[in-house]
């Protein structure tokens, strides 16, 4: 397994992909993916080895995904963030890592980011969009636009009921009343090289990030999928999909579609080697790390 504080790079075409890890976590399987069987790890281990402890227990890694397009410097989701209470995830809350001064070493010190880029709004997505100065809750990248869905923003702003979009006051609300938040469709195009794509289930307005550029394919998942164990088995609900059947749908779309294809797939929860390519053989599937 790749040591997950050391940040991982891809390159596709001239974009270049950093990935900067806030926080792994070790879940047994049944408590986010409870339709998995007792032996689907061991069942799948040749292949899934890189993404599990044991038979038993997952990986997940939490991490922000660095893009570099066109002279841009853009942040795909923005992972948990220091200083909050999470109710109920201890794991999550009071946290103070280096966050920050990583992706500054990566060269994305917060004043340079020029876009915010959210693929939904759960609270594991959207916490680093602010930091806590003065005794308030800011913008964390002051010279940016924060890009976020429509569909999610409506929905969200009407329906912050806390659970997975706990903070929101602290890490939505502060960035749009900054004047700071672009609402964009979900297939808005961001430059010539990156662009979203609709993958509605795990939120009302998820988005997945398409790259593509000289020839070259990569897509960011978002939550669509949280563990390469899914896209064998997409008919595993997780217990954060706010419509089981739509994202099932979606991920078996996904397979679909990108099923045997030259194009890069990053899951934004897969830990160890995170990235590499769908494999269809007959009526199986498996996530070959690249």
Request: glycine share 8%.
């Amino acid at each position: 397994m790749a040591n997950e504080n050391t940040p991982l790079q891809w390159s596709v075409g001239d974009v270049t992909i950093t990935r900067i890890v806030e926080h792994v976590a070790v879940s047994p399987i049944a408590g986010l993916l409870p339709d998995a069987p007792a032996d689907a790890i061991g069942k799948n281990m040749s292949w899934v080895r890189p993404f599990v402890e044991d038979e038993q227990n997952i990986l997940m890694s939490i991490h922000a995904l660095l893009v570099e397009s066109r002279g841009r410097k853009i942040i795909v989701d923005t992972c948990l963030g220091n200083d909050r209470v999470y109710p109920g995830m201890d794991d999550f809350s009071n946290l103070s890592g280096p966050f920050l001064n990583d992706i500054k070493a990566a060269g994305f010190p917060r004043e340079s980011v020029d876009i915010v880029l959210c693929t939904h709004l759960h609270f594991d997505h959207v916490g680093w969009n602010t930091i806590f100065a003065d005794g308030k809750w800011v913008p964390t990248f002051p010279n940016a636009r924060y890009l976020l869905g429509r569909t999610e923003w409506e929905h969200w702003s009407q329906n912050d009921e806390g659970g997975f979009t706990a903070g929101f006051g602290e890490t939505v609300r502060p960035v749009v009343d900054a004047g700071l938040v672009d609402f964009v469709d979900s297939d808005h195009v961001v430059n010539e090289e990156i662009r979203l794509e609709p993958t509605p289930g795990h939120t009302p307005g998820h988005v997945s990030v398409r790259i593509s550029s000289r020839g070259e394919e990569a897509v960011i998942t978002g939550d669509l999928v949280h563990h390469p164990i899914q896209l064998a088995e997409p008919k595993w609900k997780m217990i954060a999909d706010s419509d089981s059947e739509q994202a099932s749908a979606t991920r078996r779309a996904f397979v679909e579609r990108f099923g045997n294809q030259p194009v890069l797939v990053i899951g934004t929860h897969f830990a160890g080697p995170t990235a590499g390519h769908i494999v269809v053989d007959d009526d199986s599937c498996r996530f070959e790390a690249s």
